[in-house]
């Protein structure tokens, strides 16, 4: 997929755990962890801006677009 998940980057760069943003964000920790590493199809705008509201940061810190090898 092209889009790339950097989650985990900015969850370490503002030292918050996957269960403490889980628990502020109001989803589950498996949820969360499944973003945070990237075995999602999609995520809700409702939940980006949550995570985004409570990272501090732009959907842009979280979502990187790479080139598709197979565009």
């Known amino acids: 997929m092209a889009i790339i998940l950097r989650l985990d980057r900015v969850m370490a760069d ?12 109001g989803i589950t920790n498996v949820n969360l962890s499944n973003l945070k590493t990237g075995k999602v199809k999609a995520i809700r ?3 980006l801006n949550a995570i985004c509201r409570e990272l501090h940061c732009q959907p842009g810190d979280i979502l990187e677009y790479q080139k598709d090898t197979k565009e």
Do not use: D, P, Y
């Not at 996957?18 to 502020?24: I, K, Q």
């Open 45 to 47: 705008f409702s939940t």
């Open 14 to 25: 503002r030292k918050i755990s996957l269960n403490e943003l889980a628990e502020r964000v």
